[in-house]
């Protein structure tokens, strides 16, 4: 039950309850069986304190933190540098930026803001799937 979590957790997996639709539940939280939350192949589980804890590694709560774990369109303001290297930590622990949450798996990309903001930068240097390139290159020869 939502209300079990922290005071900073809870205004953010609330929304879960209700399935919005500026969740992301791609490169973020999703919940499963309306019993427990997941990012990428692993579980995550929230103390009441709203830390956070994901293969049996513990992450301190922060709002920029829960921000990129939750919103499709994160609110820039809240989030610092530290959060953006846990975020990152976290996406590497559980494959969630990559598709079918598969180690060996591609980035997956998305027309979305938090694709281009986020995933794209922490990430500039990974393999994109197969064809992205090459479409790139051509929307590039076009102009």
């Known amino acids: 039950m ?12 609330k ?4 399935n919005a639709r500026f ?27 709203s830390d956070i804890s994901i293969n ?10 829960w921000e ?5 369109n994160v609110t820039r303001g809240f989030v610092t540098a ?8 976290i996406l590497q622990l559980t494959n969630a930026n990559l598709q079918g949450y598969e180690p060996e798996g591609n980035v997956q990309t998305s027309s979305g803001s938090k694709f ?8 500039p240097q990974t393999r994109w799937p197969r064809g992205v390139e090459l479409s790139l290159s051509r929307q590039w020869e076009r102009y």
Do not use: A, C
Not at 82 to 89: E, G, H, I, P, Q
Not at 116 to 123: A, Q, R, T, W, Y
């Open 23 to 49: 969740l992301d539940k791609q490169y973020g939280i999703r919940r499963e069986d309306d019993v427990r939350f997941m990012i990428g192949d692993s579980v995550l589980t929230v103390d009441d304190t």
């Open 56 to 65: 049996w590694r513990h992450f301190k709560e922060t709002q920029g933190l």
């Open 82 to 89: 530290d959060n953006l290297k846990r975020y990152k930590t």
């Open 2 to 13: 939502v209300s079990d979590f922290g005071e900073l957790s809870s205004p953010y997996l």
């Open 68 to 72: 990129l774990l939750t919103r499709k």
């Open 116 to 123: 281009k903001e986020v995933i794209s930068k922490l990430f």
């Open 15 to 18: 929304p879960y309850q209700h």
